[in-house]
């Protein structure tokens, strides 16, 4: 009984904690092309992480186990891809807010 309890209380939070992550990483985008990647970004993550949770309920002992290899794999992977796109995005227009500054 208390596992189930766990596991649904865990589950709970966990998305809750996703939802809250999402919003506030959107919230705290500084301008209207990193806003762009970040909603992109996190319908994708959304989407991989579902799939991923799917198969791992869906598939049979062992193949489940399977899934943890390119989850551990592209999981960094995306997140250096990301956050380097991020920084390119964020250089590129705080160069766009000082060219308009400068009246060009």
Avoid: H
Wanted: charged share 10%; with cysteine; net charge positive.
């Amino acid at each position: 009984m208390w596992g189930w309890i766990g596991g649904i209380v865990g589950g709970v939070l966990g998305l809750a904690g996703g939802i809250i992550g999402t919003y506030l990483s959107i919230k705290n985008t500084n301008g209207p092309l990193e806003r762009s990647f970040m909603i992109k970004s996190a319908v994708i993550c959304w989407i991989a992480i579902f799939i991923f949770l799917g198969l791992l309920v869906g598939l049979p002992n062992p193949y489940r186990y399977f899934m943890w290899i390119p989850y551990g794999i592209l999981l960094p992977l995306g997140i250096i891809y990301g956050n380097r796109q991020q920084q390119a995005i964020r250089k590129q227009e705080s160069q766009n807010k000082t060219d308009a500054g400068d009246g060009k």
